[in-house]
């Protein structure tokens, strides 16, 4: 069903706005090297979750494995997840340039090959387009981020506030944008009154188109930060408290990109302090709710009808004893 998935939405919006940056804002995209990026992020999706796959059935199985799970680990499917690469293509659309072929594909193969390798039981840490950008950046020549492409215009913000809050709701994320936009919002505050500045460029700085999409789609991905609210607290005010470091002490304009990628390995450290649920795409946070209130009742009827049929079983056999009659032993 469409739209049935959140990633269907992502996939939605995240095209709608590849567009809006093309048709308003003037952009010289090529669409051939979309087409390589987006071709390249699938094709490396499909090629390593069928290394992965066949990796698995080389795996003995074990008969008497005291684990379920452990037992069935050689024969377990391995779930294709063609839209989260389609996802990461987007991004790498919406937020890298370059002018060559062969820096997209370097990009969006190693977004992609990232999730496979940089794990914590079984978790990736990494944001792949995030990892994908910062590895053109590093490894290449011609890659560049421009983080003024959206410009300043209210109507994005509610745009990108719009949609992104669509999303949010659905994977109940909503804590890591406000705590990182928060805490980013207060520092420039702080700093524009240090300074002396009239409250415009304050306004300004937060009104970037590139900040709320990094902090409505990319810092948000639920599969790569920390499981617990307290968690995500301290992972996106510390991203925040980087960011505003790199930008206003070291005029680093893709800021907010470098420090995601230096405090993405802190979710491990998070998740070992603060246990919770892993989030799961097939289940979002409304559904794990409703199914928790659903299970309780059902398995308390289920002890009360156990408990009045051993009742009833109890009452026959008795009143069946009383209904022999009795004879005398001797």
Same mark, same amino acid.
């Given at each position: ?11 939605? $919006? ?21 087409? =390589? ?10 090629? @390593? ?5 066949? +990796? ?35 991004? /790498?659309? /919406? ?10 594909? +370097?990009?969006? @193969? +190693? ?13 990736? $840490?990494?944001?792949? @387009? ?19 492409? %959206? ?9 990108? @506030? ?17 705590? $990182? ?17 009239? %409250? ?33 607290? =301290? ?16 005029? =680093? ?20 302090? %603060?246990?919770?649920?892993? $989030? ?51």
């Amino acid at each position: 069903m469409l739209l049935k998935d959140v990633r269907d939405y992502q996939i939605l $919006f995240l095209s709608l706005f590849l567009f809006l940056g093309i048709w308003t804002r003037d952009w010289t995209l090529r669409p051939d090297l979309i087409l =390589v990026v987006m071709v390249t992020c699938l094709a490396t999706q499909w090629l @390593a979750v069928s290394i992965k796959q066949n +990796l698995f059935n080389l795996l003995p199985v074990q008969d008497n494995c005291p684990n379920e799970l452990d037992s069935g680990l050689a024969n377990a499917p391995v779930n294709l997840s063609l839209r989260s690469a389609f996802i990461t293509a987007l991004g /790498l659309s /919406l937020l890298l340039r370059a002018d060559s072929y062969s820096t997209m594909i +370097l990009a969006g @193969a +190693l977004a992609i090959v990232s999730k496979f390798i940089f794990k914590f039981r079984n978790k990736h $840490f990494f944001n792949p @387009a995030n990892f994908g950008i910062i590895a053109a950046l590093i490894l290449t020549k011609d890659a560049w981020v421009s983080p003024g492409q %959206w410009g300043d215009e209210w109507w994005y913000a509610l745009l990108f @506030a719009g949609t992104g809050g669509t999303i949010l709701k659905r994977v109940g994320r909503w804590d890591t944008t406000a705590a $990182f936009l928060g805490s980013y919002a207060l520092l420039e505050a702080i700093r524009n009154i240090w300074l002396g500045w009239t %409250w415009d460029v304050f306004l300004h700085r937060l009104m970037s188109g590139s900040l709320l999409l990094f902090a409505l789609f990319m810092i948000t991905d639920p599969r790569s930060i920390p499981n617990a609210r307290s968690g995500r607290l =301290v992972w996106a005010m510390s991203i925040a408290l980087f960011t505003f470091t790199l930008r206003n002490q070291f005029f =680093v304009s893709t800021a907010v990109f470098w420090a995601l990628f230096a405090l993405a390995p802190l979710t491990i450290l998070l998740d070992f302090i %603060w246990s919770a649920p892993r $989030f799961s795409w097939g289940e979002t946070p409304s559904t794990v709710f409703s199914n928790l209130d659903n299970s309780k009742p059902d398995d308390v009827e289920s002890e009360s009808n156990t408990s009045r049929l051993a009742i009833s079983a109890h009452e026959e056999s008795v009143a069946t004893l009383t209904e022999i009659p009795s004879t005398p032993l001797f």
